[in-house]
């Protein structure tokens, strides 16, 4: 089964992972993004994610429907965290099971990339003295 | 005619919106209509925007229709 | 941290991905092994796992300090079950904790391909018809 | 001299045995010393064989001590 949600949920990156596994796969690769506590040496008291809800949907489901014409894959998940998000918590899951585990490595690599290039998400990082919406480098087109 | 135009994050932050609503000329085209918009909101202009046409990503040159969902936003950072 | 270890107790793949966090890191890659149900077209009942374990960890040690040399990364964690597992049940879990996530998919592929050819475990597949101790393909040396 | 000779996986199952202990000359190199312990189970040879000293993969030529910890096993299929 594929899926693609947004949630404002604690994600549990084992069950997100499993809910991919078909009978003839021995293998899931699972990445798990998650809220770093310094980055570029400032330290983020906590983030916040906001999402264009129903196009992020659309997007994710077109990733997934791409990387199953590319790659020599079974299965794929994508979860999304949206709201305020402290520090360690899980933002994103992306799972993906193949026969054969080296089709799941590259296929999970090539979501996360597109993810991060095109699903209309969008995060906050607040600082003890401040807070700064994050614009990705790796712009749409 | 009319169109909803949303906004997010940083340009939600910047327009002080997150939905509007705005009249555009019958038949004006993607980029025209967004130029439009986005010079109501010079803070906007230090911004690299993406824009989407009914919860697509809008090519330049496409039809505006009325009662399309316009959406405004900075290049993407999920994650 | 890093860590390897060997168990015979279920394995949580969220919890263990977890223990490979540290501060200047967003994302973590796991992979997580698990019991097919179906091989080459048959059936498997159940695996058993068998490990010389002192060595089998020293192996598992040595590829922790060869991926730390070798690809940019921060933390590593490899944990294997041994004994009986069911269908669906994890077998193996590697997690990389890396600055950048290219290397972290980079060190877990190259962990788990190292895994298979040199780490002494061994799993005998039980059939309705029978049972094997499957002989890897790539032999150490 | 003695040394343990540990089986894992197919080789306990075609030896009989996890763990026998077996007499050896002195300064006898390790391929010699598992070609020798080879030698007492004939079934083992329809398996390509993994050989250790000391929970570490051996080397052909190193000489094998007193009171050494050997095993045999067959390629390895953890994961």
Same mark, same amino acid.
């Given at each position: 089964?594929? #899926?693609?949600?947004?949630?404002?949920?604690?994600?549990?990156?084992?069950?997100?992972?499993?809910?991919?596994?078909?009978?003839?796969?021995?293998?899931?690769?699972?990445?798990?993004?998650?809220?770093?506590?310094?980055?570029?040496?400032?330290?983020?008291?906590?983030?916040?994610?906001?999402?264009?809800?129903?196009?992020?949907?659309?997007?994710?489901?077109?990733?997934?429907?791409?990387?199953?014409?590319? #790659?020599?894959?079974?299965?794929?998940?994508?979860?999304?965290?949206?709201?305020?998000?402290?520090?360690?918590?899980?933002?994103?899951?992306?799972?993906?099971?193949?026969?054969?585990?080296?089709?799941? #490595?590259?296929?999970?690599?090539?979501?996360?990339?597109?993810?991060?290039?095109?699903?209309?998400?969008?995060?906050?990082?607040?600082?003890?003295?401040?807070?700064?919406?994050?614009?990705?480098?790796?712009?749409?087109? | 005619?009319?169109?909803?135009?949303?906004?997010?994050?940083?340009?939600?932050?910047?327009?002080?919106?997150?939905?509007?609503?705005?009249?555009?000329?019958?038949?004006?085209?993607?980029?025209? !209509?967004? !130029?439009?918009?986005?010079?109501?909101?010079?803070?906007?202009?230090?911004?690299?925007?993406?824009?989407?046409?009914?919860?697509?990503?809008?090519?330049?040159?496409?039809?505006?229709?009325?009662?399309?969902?316009?959406?405004?936003?900075?290049?993407?950072?999920?994650?």
């Amino acid at each position: 089964m594929d #899926f693609c949600e947004i949630t404002t949920e604690t994600l549990d990156v084992g069950a997100i992972a499993r809910r991919v596994v078909p009978a003839n796969c021995g293998a899931i690769v699972t990445l798990d993004g998650f809220v770093r506590q310094i980055t570029k040496g400032r330290e983020t008291l906590y983030l916040e994610y906001e999402g264009y809800e129903p196009m992020a949907l659309k997007e994710m489901e077109k990733l997934v429907a791409q990387v199953k014409t590319e #790659f020599e894959i079974e299965n794929v998940g994508i979860v999304h965290r949206l709201g305020k998000l402290e520090i360690g918590e899980t933002s994103v899951v992306i799972s993906v099971a193949a026969p054969h585990r080296r089709h799941a #490595f590259a296929a999970c690599e090539w979501l996360i990339k597109e993810l991060k290039r095109t699903v209309p998400i969008w995060k906050k990082e607040v600082y003890a003295d401040g807070e700064v919406w994050v614009e990705g480098e790796n712009a749409k087109n | 005619m009319k169109v909803q135009v949303l906004f997010f994050g940083a340009t939600a932050e910047e327009t002080g919106e997150r939905e509007i609503e705005v009249s555009l000329a019958e038949n004006i085209q993607a980029n025209e !209509a967004f !130029a439009e918009i986005v010079g109501k909101y010079p803070r906007l202009k230090s911004h690299k925007l993406l824009f989407a046409i009914n919860q697509e990503y809008a090519s330049g040159d496409e039809i505006v229709k009325d009662g399309d969902e316009l959406a405004i936003f900075t290049a993407v950072s999920g994650g």
